[in-house]
């Protein structure tokens, strides 16, 4: 019996219960470890969804959530097995049960899948073979019905090695969920190949090795997201790279995966889906604020990676602009704490445009030659003395970085410095530890997307009822409430995105950068292995390992990137330690490059360049090095 089957019933309450305590701060126990202000997010005895692996005497249990697929996954001359497909939400999503006997001295595994609606004798194929084409199987076999929405499949025999199946064997799988007529859509899909070894537990991120790609385990210092990682992409689709579900995902989390990337990508105005094929989401229809600077969430973030600075004179419709009525970030009287350049009636509140670039030259030891340049912004109609110009950042990994305990927090705090910023929530007013948005000013994911949508797009929830506006003004017009339920779903879908592996593991150039980068301090604030708590409600963010390159702390980074206001206890100059994870990707991702919180910098040595204050030594010892180690360290962080 599936693992939907038993305890199907428990998916809304799963949902509510996450709602919930991101909502409420009742009971909340202190951590001794970290400041006697600061609230726990996850303390012990928070309420959890079951692991995905269980572990009983006579088995080893794994449970995960997939959807379906338009090819396989090494077809790359397809470029189709990593895109979503018309009307993805629309139950095509199934859970995978494995019960491995094998790992407790038995000699069967079986898998269990669980439909949302009847299959045509759905196929499971296992032991990758790829002789006659890069999609074959060693066995495949048509699933066992055992009722409308369960299947099974029992094997005993390693099909490859023509042998009983035996503990260390490596297990590729694809479940394809062939949908029954009538039904909206194909009816025709594939399914994720998985990776599971026999006696571990768990679905692993693979990579494919030898002339056929045969899946092994990504080593340790690949996995950048823990089990979150994703497998190697094969299928020549870089721009996909950032829209994966996480390969540990839970089956409660598969539905609300793909109706959180529905809202995700439709425009909150006319319900138009970002990709062809997929009819208007009527309900969002009018949900778009008056007021306004974008009109989705993928149309800021570009395929879940990082927005790009605007061309000159052009209207800044990916970025969010904090202004203030003084230095302390005070609200403007007429802009209240954010610009909406947009307007669906009337006048907008004001414009702003890039109206060039200041450019400066300066000279790495060696004497060769940079070129630093820094956006130089024009008003339109209210013009604010005080402003800060920020684009929208990559989105993956920020479930695992929710994980993260505030003790570490406080632990890196005392070890390296920096400054742990204590952050309102602003549903319980409780002192959060604030570890998203570029200074730090949201302390979960849930708030920092119903910020995004509050002062970006106009939308209120229950989070932020209220549109943000200046104290002389009286009509912003209409304000449509998005609903708990779907800030859930859009919540879900961010915390559970994959994060892509690390590349280049084994190349020496990138080794040494490595080693550079560790040389220059670098890591002291870009820290390289992170553990998440065991205490977080989802099970896939749960005791992770994971790979970040950020300490989530406010360092001062001197006078050339300071804006000229605060922000909260975040002064001018203080900036929240980029995580670096998927930064190597992001003119795959988004098919050109600009980093640092306004874009000014057109490659990884001018992000570099820009840093002082904290991190002077190490910019300094960057630009010292010969162009052979600079090219070295900036090639391991293109690995990332």
């Not at 974008?294 to 990082?306: D, I, L, Q």
């Not at 001062?556 to 001018?572: E, V, W, Y």
Request: proline share 7%; net charge neutral.
């Amino acid at each position: 019996m599936s693992f939907l089957n038993r305890h199907g019933s428990r998916y809304i309450r799963a949902i509510a219960v996450v709602s919930a305590l991101s909502c409420c701060g009742v009971g909340i126990a202190q951590d001794s470890t970290v400041p006697a202000s600061v609230v726990p997010l996850f303390p012990p005895g928070t309420p959890q969804e079951p692991d995905t692996i269980e572990e009983t005497p006579t088995a080893i249990i794994t449970r995960v959530g997939d959807r379906v697929r338009d090819r396989h996954a090494r077809e790359g001359e397809f470029q189709a097995y990593d895109h979503f497909l018309s009307l993805y939400w629309q139950h095509r999503t199934v859970a995978i049960e494995i019960i491995d006997r094998v790992a407790r001295g038995g000699d069967s595994i079986t898998y269990n899948m669980t439909s949302l609606v009847p299959l045509d004798e759905p196929n499971l194929r296992l032991f990758f073979e790829g002789k006659t084409t890069p999609a074959q199987y060693s066995h495949n076999v048509v699933s066992t019905q055992v009722d409308p929405l369960h299947y099974t499949v029992t094997v005993r025999h390693n099909t490859i090695e023509r042998r009983p199946i035996q503990v260390g064997d490596r297990i590729e799988m694809e479940f394809s969920p062939f949908l029954k007529p009538p039904v909206d859509g194909r009816t025709n899909y594939y399914g994720t190949a998985f990776l599971y070894v026999v006696g571990q537990g768990g679905m692993l991120p693979w990579e494919g090795r030898g002339p056929r790609l045969d899946s092994h385990p990504l080593p340790a210092d690949a996995l950048l997201g823990g089990r979150l990682t994703s497998h190697r992409q094969y299928s020549n689709e870089p721009v996909d790279l950032f829209k994966q579900m996480a390969t540990n995902l839970a089956p409660v989390s598969a539905q609300p995966f793909v109706l959180g990337r529905r809202l995700h990508h439709s425009d909150l105005g006319t319900g138009l889906h970002s990709e062809t094929g997929n009819p208007v989401f009527p309900e969002l229809v009018g949900k778009l604020g008056n007021h306004h600077v974008g009109r989705s969430c993928v149309a800021c973030h570009k395929n879940n990676g990082r927005a790009f600075p605007a061309e000159p004179g052009a209207p800044l419709t990916s970025y969010l602009v904090r202004v203030g009525a003084d230095a302390t970030g005070k609200p403007h009287p007429q802009l209240g704490a954010s610009l909406q350049s947009q307007a669906g009636q009337g006048m907008p509140e004001a414009g702003v445009s890039i109206s060039g670039w200041d450019e400066t030259d300066g000279k790495y030891a060696d004497g060769t030659v940079y070129r630093l340049r820094k956006p130089r912004y024009q008003f339109t109609g209210v013009v604010p003395e005080f402003f800060s110009v920020r684009l929208a950042p990559s989105l993956v990994g920020q479930g695992l970085l929710e994980a993260v305990e505030e003790s570490t927090g406080s632990e890196l705090a005392r070890a390296n410095g920096g400054h742990l910023r204590i952050v309102s929530d602003p549903v319980t007013s409780e002192p959060r530890w604030g570890r998203f948005g570029w200074k730090g000013g949201q302390s979960r994911v849930k708030s920092q997307i119903a910020g995004a949508l509050n002062n970006d797009m106009g939308v209120t929830t229950s989070i932020y009822p209220r549109v943000d506006r200046g104290s002389e003004q009286t009509d912003r017009g209409p304000a449509a409430s998005l609903s708990d339920d779907d800030l859930d779903l859009m919540y879900r879908y961010v915390a559970t995105l994959g994060v892509p592996p690390r590349r280049d593991l084994e190349d020496p150039e990138t080794q040494r950068g490595e080693k550079l980068f560790k040389q220059a301090q670098c890591a002291t604030c870009h820290v390289a292995t992170l553990r998440t708590s065991p205490h977080h409600p989802l099970a896939e963010l749960r005791n992770q390992t994971i790979h970040p390159f950020t300490d989530l702390l406010l360092h001062d980074l001197g006078d050339g990137l300071a804006d000229n206001m605060a922000d909260g206890t975040a002064t001018a100059a203080q900036w929240r330690t980029t995580p670096l994870w998927g930064i190597g990707l992001t003119r795959q991702v988004g098919g050109d490059e600009a980093y640092l919180h306004d874009g000014r910098a057109r490659s990884l040595s001018e992000a570099i360049l820009w840093h002082g204050g904290e991190a002077q030594a190490s910019r300094e010892s960057f630009r010292q090095m010969p162009a052979t180690d600079r090219a070295a360290l900036v090639r391991f962080l293109g690995s990332l």
